[in-house]
């Protein structure tokens, strides 16, 4: 069992920078990819960015050139540096591992930008 808790998130006006951090508990050993994801009020969670046990890096076309994942795999942790923060950035954000077959999450950090 893995155990996932996100920090960082708040409010900030566009322009800003936010870092999450999202720490991992338990068998982080068997932890292969990490991502992380939002969701927006009345839309779908989508994918921001993933980052492999390697350090191979995937974003989402929005977030290209403003966001960064990064991970610690010895500490278990990853975070998202997001800089040139936008109003349609606003959401819920979620860590999630995935390991041995299964999809771990946390239980998301709001992240507010002010236009």
Known sequence: QV???ESGGGLVQAGGSLRLSCAASGAIVIINTMGWYRQAPGKQR???????RGGITNYTDSV????TISRDNAKGTM?????SLKPEDTAVYYCKAVG?????WGQGTQV????
């Not at 290209?64 to 966001?67: E, N, S, T, V």
């Open 64 to 67: 290209k050139g403003r966001f």
């Open 100 to 104: 041995l077959g299964r999809d771990f």
């Open 46 to 52: 989508e994918l921001v960015a993933g980052i492999t």
């Open 79 to 83: 975070y998202l540096q997001m800089s």
């Open 3 to 5: 155990q996932l808790v």
């Open 112 to 115: 507010t930008v002010s236009s």
